[in-house]
């Protein structure tokens, strides 16, 4: 299959001069930041980067591997993170489109399918696969396939390593709020997390990201780090910051670590998509978000691991300015 570069601007499309502006400043920084610290945004099909990060403009659909390949040659972004997989597992076609949009050493950090890491699926989208009687299953029945090792290698882990190659950097398990009616305690979690990575097979990277607070405790970051496994450090709604997820001495738990900045504490999704759509300006500055992730980058560098920060739009506005502020910060310090 050919590389997806095929896709036409318009013949009268002219250069735009914030994205010159935006990717000159992407080169400077991008010189003289360590290799091991990479910058990405939270997927990247957004239309209102154009002018930014792309100097053509995109349909808001079926662009989204020429998008890729623009994104992948912006020098500031050295990895973006694959939400998209956390609904439903890639095709073979799809992986296949990636991997040519990608130059050499572009890692991937991709979400895993909810189908493996939701306890119980009780999102509005699986409310809907109810009501299509797609699924039988309640909101308070347990998802037979949690933590599922052989649905996981089936159909996430082996197709990703055999179409993706190389640039299936890591894959990361997004594990939703577990109900309080599931009495979950830290130590059952720990246990299932130990079993599941213990079935798995060695070598590709994999990092958890939980959005249950309770579960920061000891024996969560011992089941990680006996499999070498990394704790995301995310900023979201209910969780504690970054900073105070870094007050746990055992939180850096392999040779790498991923920062999710994600939302402000206590801004829902919907809200921050409402605020800040189209995502082409910063409109509600987090310094306090900022100060957290570096002092975690400074951390992890100390301990000679690479570090992944990834951006998302809706936690000052637009991530790609999140990214380059943050480096900005970095380099200036």
Known sequence: MPPPDDFQPSLFEEPLDRHEQFMQEAARLAAALPATLRFGTSSWTYPGWSGMVYRRSYPKTGATAPMLAEYARCPLFR???VDSFFYRPPTPEVLEEYRHALPAG?????????????????????????????????PSDR?????????????????ALEYL???????LFEFEAIPRSAHLTVAGFAEHLDR??????????????????????????????????????NAWTHMPTIGAQLLHDDALTT???????????GRTFNDAVEAFAPYDRIQDAFPEGHDDILTLIDRALAHA?????????????????????????????
């Open 79 to 81: 990895t973006v993170g």
């Open 106 to 138: 572009f890692p991937l950090v991709m979400k895993v399918w909810d189908q493996i890491t939701s306890y119980a699926l009780n999102s509005p989208r699986h409310h809907m696969l109810r009501q299509l009687g797609v699924t039988p299953l309640q």
């Open 143 to 159: 998802n037979p396939d949690w933590l599922n090792p052989t649905l996981c290698v089936d159909a996430v882990i082996g197709p």
């Open 165 to 171: 190659g190389e640039h299936a950097g890591v894959f």
């Open 196 to 233: 599941f990575f213990g079935a798995l097979p060695k070598g590709p990277r994999y990092a958890v990201e939980i959005r249950t607070p309770q579960h920061l405790a000891p024996p969560y970051f011992a089941a990680l780090r006996a499999h070498q496994v990394a704790h995301v450090f």
């Open 255 to 265: 040779d790498f670590t991923i920062a999710r900045a994600l939302l402000r504490p």
């Open 305 to 333: 691991a690479t570090i992944f920060v990834i951006a998302n739009n809706r936690f000052e506005g637009s991530s790609p300015l999140t990214i380059a502020n943050l480096a900005r910060r970095f380099l200036l310090r």
